[in-house]
């Protein structure tokens, strides 16, 4: 009778326990995933660094686990059809080939949770609670993971107010002009938030733009060397370098962000350290993510300067037909198309002249001749199309070519002379073209030329430079002086 | 006549955090309560009231002993419990709601809905003689207003037992007398009413039958014409002075009120009426009246509450 | 089907009443004010900024904000409400009119309960309102990735809500249970820190120490992990690295309905015997 009567309540105890049993299974099933993700983030971030970054440094174990993880990934059979083609040739594993494509991350995700990654997982929060990683140190799951009694776990949460608070700070820096005190907390502010990616942004734009503004140039014997980036840093230059540093490291932690990647290649490769290598590699990367539209039109141009002109038509092409009716797809992107079409024909008629020059038998060499002909006239038609100072500019270039193959010399230099002036966007292009038929003709060059010829960034000399670059460089101006 | 409220043995103790700090709220309380009759349950307080009527509404829980309500031992159950309807002492109402808004929420409580609940609230209105303030939000109701719709809720559902506990205290004597109209009138419609109170003026009014509690104990219970014994009679005379009050006292005679000749003479149990009738002839007092003196309730409690203190001690 | 319905009547009932007597309560309305005026104010944040840098910055500053906001004043609320429901009635005594009408303890409980869950959700729904409604201002296009941001949030309040309700049923006055309230948040969000007890016991072999890390590990497996939640301060900036959220969603919603439950649950063992 008495069991009868507490009957009720003794089911509600049961479901009591019931229930309790169900809440450590979702606990242990949370904390399986929490620390899968923490793992999936490092690999992510791990395998982008891999393909863009290649600068493992001393003391992380990034590298060794990531070998591991690619082993392991490379069993599961979850990547099978990124195995063809595996070899050791390549230097990028299968993970960051992977990783390329944005798209994948689902399979990168199932493979970080499943049981083929758990001897990989059980390190890789072994070594980021030594914080051993480089990669996972601020990453804020893998941190909760470590569980280090530290403030930041007494903020509950709350640590993106204090990184906003924090930012408003950098922001009273700025106006103050404090730049070192700025970039300090500028680090503390993304160790807060490392998501913050408006901070990554602005932040770089500050050092690179900004606190460079005002300053002069340092003369090279006042610049130092840097072995990582092997190169002479001046202080203007230094600040460049600290803002990639400060975007790069955006990018281990927010490794799918476009706008980062965005503002690392068009804001500093190409706008401040005019590298247009790095500048495309970054804007592809950034165009291969989730963008706006106004990202790619950057990536063409730097394709453009580049040499890459048959990808930038390309692009330009895909442009149109991916936005349709968009302001650039009709103003813009038609003009970049002939453009990129007329300089390709340029190319090649140049190709073929080389070629025609380089064959001794008459005939073969007539071919190539007629060949470059018909695509110097190609180019021309297009250029006549565009009818704007860029084409009018190539136009000239081209006829100072001709005078140039007909040992026209001086009159080829005054054509150039005029048209550098005439079109600006040319004026680098038209001024080493000066100073090379310059040389063929045995005209000596300026002052200014000479110095030009003398490029600071191949043969300046800074302290700290190592002997065996020293050298190198003295070589050149040795080379360059017995060419003039 | 069936029992409403039947208690075998009923004890609560409250226990302390020590052994010796145990309170004993309760003693076997062993109470039967006849359907259709007003129960007075008295007491002073801390005498173990609340206690028992929060152990009958199942809101504590015995340490030993039975409940039967209606005959029916699982007194939790909702067939016990729509059948009771239960005033607590002071309870609070809603401010913010109006008074039929508070007996729709207990109604629906007690299951009833639509047509039937509107027609209990209208005639449980109609009991407390609340028609008038119906509509009106509950702040702006007084003292008597908010006991009054106290029992409406507990009415709401036209229980056969009601439990009232300290249903007069702290009103003015007219809302007083308006609940205890009420009260009767339930009574004439044959519910049971179970009547806590110190109030023992209005008990004895009331009630059919009284028990009186004290220290956890049941002291006493019975019909209240049983309990409150005619034991004297008092004769009201004139012409009385000094030399015969003196007499009168050595007597047996107890000589009360005295304003100028007219006095109360109270017969001691030493005497027998006739006699006293006689004194009174042989004095030449001019009898007023003779009638017999009816022991109040007051009385009764303070001797009953007496003598078990004197027990204790 | 008819005993279900007739169940839950008197709950949902209760509920109703729950709900209208509680959104009233001052404190509440003062909290609520305070937390609208933080998510109102945090629109005029960016005026602080430096207006030549072009980006949405002030964007994230008011989403940090008030969700940082929804979370401390919503949990203020939860912990006010879900400690004071139950030890409010028996103060003012209305638990003994309620409890002696055919009303059954557990019936009794979920009504109050589901009262509490209901001004929670409400006040929860006018704080993420105002939020939603600032964004959308700013922004001009929905912020969907708010709403399970909100969700995540109530799920969160549901397991310190369920605990702290357990805890007023032991009560009967609403301080103690508040202090608990907040003392469940703050544990909550603290388990983390039992791994790196765990974590550290596993180095040494001395037994006391192994004691506790075992220790450590059933509480980590046991207590709720309120850090768990900690992905809705993380989708609302809406980063294309986010977790992948169909599989943290369900998951979070299921953990809060669970430790939600049990809870619940734990309250009904404690007050199912309660004398009131």
């Given at each position: 009778m008495e069991f009868l009567k507490r009957f009720p309540n003794l089911i509600v105890i049961v479901l009591l326990i019931l229930v309790l049993i169900a809440g450590i299974a979702m606990n242990l099933r949370m904390r399986h995933l929490r620390e899968s993700e923490a793992y999936y983030r490092w690999l992510i971030a791990a395998a982008v660094s891999e393909r863009l970054f290649q600068d493992q440094e001393e003391g992380d174990q990034d590298g060794v686990l990531f070998s591991g993880s690619v082993a392991a990934a490379r069993e599961s059979g979850i990547f099978f059809d990124y195995l063809d083609g595996d070899s050791d040739s390549e230097d990028i594993s299968l993970l960051g080939r992977v990783a390329k494509d944005y798209q994948q991350d689902w399979r990168i995700w199932s493979f970080a949770r499943s049981s083929y990654a758990a001897e990989q997982r059980q390190q890789f929060l072994l070594l980021a609670k030594e914080r051993k990683l480089r990669f996972a140190q601020d990453i804020q799951y893998a941190e909760a993971q470590a569980g280090d009694v530290n403030i930041f776990n007494l903020f509950f949460g709350f640590r993106k107010v204090a990184a906003n608070l924090v930012w408003l700070e950098v922001d009273r820096y700025w106006h103050q002009g404090n730049m070192y005190r700025m970039i300090t907390l500028m680090r503390t502010c993304v160790a807060l938030d490392p998501h913050f990616v408006e901070a990554y942004i602005i932040g770089s734009w500050h050092l690179a733009y900004n606190a460079t503004a005002s300053m002069p140039d340092t003369p090279w014997p006042r610049r130092d060397w840097?072995?990582?980036?092997?190169?002479?840093?001046?202080?203007?230059?230094?600040?460049?370098?600290?803002?990639?540093?400060?975007?790069?490291?955006?990018?281990?932690?927010?490794?799918?962000?476009?706008?980062?990647?965005?503002?690392?290649?068009?804001?500093?490769?190409?706008?401040?350290?005019?590298?247009?290598?790095?500048?495309?590699?970054?804007?592809?990367?950034?165009?291969?993510?989730?963008?706006?539209?106004?990202?790619?039109?950057?990536?063409?141009?730097?394709?453009?300067?580049?040499?890459?002109?048959?990808?930038?038509?390309?692009?330009?092409?895909?442009?149109?037909?991916?936005?349709?009716?968009?302001?650039?797809?009709?103003?813009?992107?038609?003009?970049?198309?002939?453009?990129?079409?007329?300089?390709?024909?340029?190319?090649?008629?140049?190709?073929?002249?080389?070629?025609?020059?380089?064959?001794?038998?008459?005939?073969?060499?007539?071919?190539?001749?007629?060949?470059?002909?018909?695509?110097?006239?190609?180019?021309?038609?297009?250029?006549?199309?565009?009818?704007?100072?860029?084409?009018?500019?190539?136009?000239?270039?081209?006829?100072?070519?001709?005078?140039?193959?007909?040992?026209?010399?001086?009159?080829?230099?005054?054509?150039?002379?005029?048209?550098?002036?005439?079109?600006?966007?040319?004026?680098?292009?038209?001024?080493?073209?000066?100073?090379?038929?310059?040389?063929?003709?045995?005209?000596?060059?300026?002052?200014?030329?000479?110095?030009?010829?003398?490029?600071?960034?191949?043969?300046?000399?800074?302290?700290?430079?190592?002997?065996?670059?020293?050298?190198?460089?003295?070589?050149t101006i040795e080379d360059i002086k017995a060419g003039l | 006549m069936s029992t409403a409220i039947s208690t075998q043995n009923l004890t609560k103790i409250y226990e302390g955090a020590l052994r010796g700090q145990d309170v004993h709220a309760l003693n076997e309380l062993s109470l039967d309560v006849e359907e259709g009759e007003i129960f007075g349950y008295l007491g002073p307080n801390g005498s173990g009231k609340t206690t028992t009527i929060k152990m009958l509404l199942g809101l504590i829980f015995p340490t030993q002993g039975t409940i039967k309500i209606f005959g029916n031992s699982a007194i939790s159950s909702a067939a016990v419990k729509k059948n009771i309807g239960y005033l607590p002492e002071g309870a609070y109402y809603p401010d913010f709601l109006r008074g039929e808004e508070i007996l729709s929420y207990y109604g629906k409580l007690y299951g009833l809905r639509g047509s039937d609940l509107k027609k209990r609230i209208d005639a449980t209105m109609d009991m407390v003689g609340m028609q008038h303030a119906r509509k009106r939000l509950l702040r702006g109701y007084s003292k008597g207003m908010r006991q009054r719709i106290g029992l409406a809720q507990a009415l709401i559902s036209d229980p056969k037992l009601l439990i009232l506990d300290e249903p007069t205290t702290g009103l003015d004597p007219i809302a007083r007398k308006e609940i205890r109209d009420i009260l009767l009138r339930l009574r004439e419609e044959g519910k049971t009413l179970l009547i806590s109170s110190h109030e023992l003026l209005e008990v004895e009014l009331m009630s059919n039958r009284v028990g009186i509690l004290y220290n956890g104990t049941l002291q006493t219970i019975g019909s209240v014409d049983e309990l409150l014994v005619k034991r004297e009679m008092t004769v009201s005379v004139d012409g009385i002075d000094d030399g015969i009050a003196s007499e009168l006292s050595s007597r047996g005679i107890t000589v009360e009120d005295r304003t100028g000749g007219r006095a109360t003479l109270r017969i001691g149990s030493t005497l027998s009426i006739y006699d006293a009738i006689e004194l009174c002839k042989s004095k030449s007092l001019e009898l007023n009246s003779v009638a017999p003196r009816r022991e109040t309730l007051e009385e009764l409690f303070v001797r009953v509450i007496g003598a078990a203190e004197a027990d204790r001690r | 089907m008819n005993a279900i319905s007739s169940f839950f009547r008197g709950p949902y009932y209760i509920a109703l009443y729950t709900y209208r007597e509680g959104i009233r309560r001052k404190m509440l309305i003062g909290f609520l004010v305070l937390s609208l005026l933080v998510i109102f104010g945090s629109s005029f944040i960016s005026s602080f900024l430096d207006p030549s840098a072009e980006t949405d910055i002030d964007l994230k500053l008011i989403k940090d904000i008030c969700v940082a906001a929804i979370s401390i004043f919503g949990v203020l609320i939860t912990v006010y409400i879900s400690a004071s429901v139950v030890p409010n009635e028996i103060e003012n005594k209305v638990i003994y009119t309620v409890l002696s009408k055919p009303v059954g303890r557990m019936q009794y409980l979920l009504g109050k309960f589901m009262g509490a869950q209901l001004i929670i959700i409400v006040n929860l729904l006018l704080m993420g309102g105002l939020f939603f409604m600032a964004l959308y201002l700013r922004q001009g296009i929905m912020p969907t990735l708010l709403l399970w941001s909100i969700l995540l949030t109530y799920f969160e309040f549901l397991i310190v809500s369920a605990f702290t309700f357990a805890i007023s049923c032991a009560a009967t006055t609403s301080l103690v249970p508040i202090m608990g309230g907040l003392f469940v948040y703050i544990t909550g969000n603290l388990t983390e820190y039992l791994k790196d007890v765990e974590n550290r016991a596993s180095q040494t072999t001395e037994w006391l120490d192994m004691i506790i890390g075992k220790v450590a590990t059933g509480l980590y497996a046991v207590l709720p992990n309120l850090q768990n939640f900690s992905l809705k301060t993380q989708i609302v900036n809406g980063q294309p690295n986010d977790p992948l959220l169909d599989v943290f969603i369900p998951s979070l919603l299921l953990y809060g309905s669970i430790y939600g439950l049990a809870g619940f649950l734990c309250a009904y063992v404690i007050f199912w015997r309660k004398e009131v």
């Open positions: 840097d072995p990582r980036y092997q190169v002479c840093l001046g202080e203007k230059e230094r600040f460049y370098y600290y803002a990639i540093d400060f975007l790069k490291d955006g990018i281990r932690r927010n490794p799918r962000n476009y706008r980062i990647y965005f503002d690392l290649g068009f804001a500093l490769y190409k706008q401040k350290l005019e590298d247009y290598a790095n500048a495309v590699k970054y804007l592809a990367e950034a165009i291969a993510l989730p963008h706006d539209r106004w990202v790619p039109r950057q990536l063409f141009l730097c394709q453009e300067l580049n040499g890459q002109y048959e990808e930038a038509l390309q692009g330009w092409k895909d442009y149109m037909e991916r936005y349709p009716g968009s302001m650039t797809a009709v103003e813009v992107a038609p003009r970049f198309i002939l453009r990129n079409q007329g300089l390709i024909y340029e190319k090649r008629a140049e190709e073929f002249r080389i070629q025609a020059k380089q064959m001794t038998d008459a005939t073969v060499s007539k071919k190539f001749r007629k060949q470059a002909e018909e695509n110097y006239m190609l180019a021309r038609g297009i250029w006549n199309e565009l009818s704007d100072p860029f084409g009018e500019g190539r136009k000239m270039r081209m006829e100072a070519l001709d005078m140039r193959e007909e040992g026209r010399y001086l009159e080829a230099l005054a054509v150039l002379d005029k048209a550098r002036w005439d079109t600006a966007a040319l004026w680098q292009e038209f001024s080493d073209l000066i100073i090379e038929i310059k040389k063929e003709a045995g005209i000596s060059l300026s002052v200014s030329e000479k110095k030009a010829v003398m490029r600071d960034s191949e043969v300046g000399i800074c302290p700290g430079m190592p002997k065996e670059e020293q050298e190198r460089r003295l070589h | - | -």
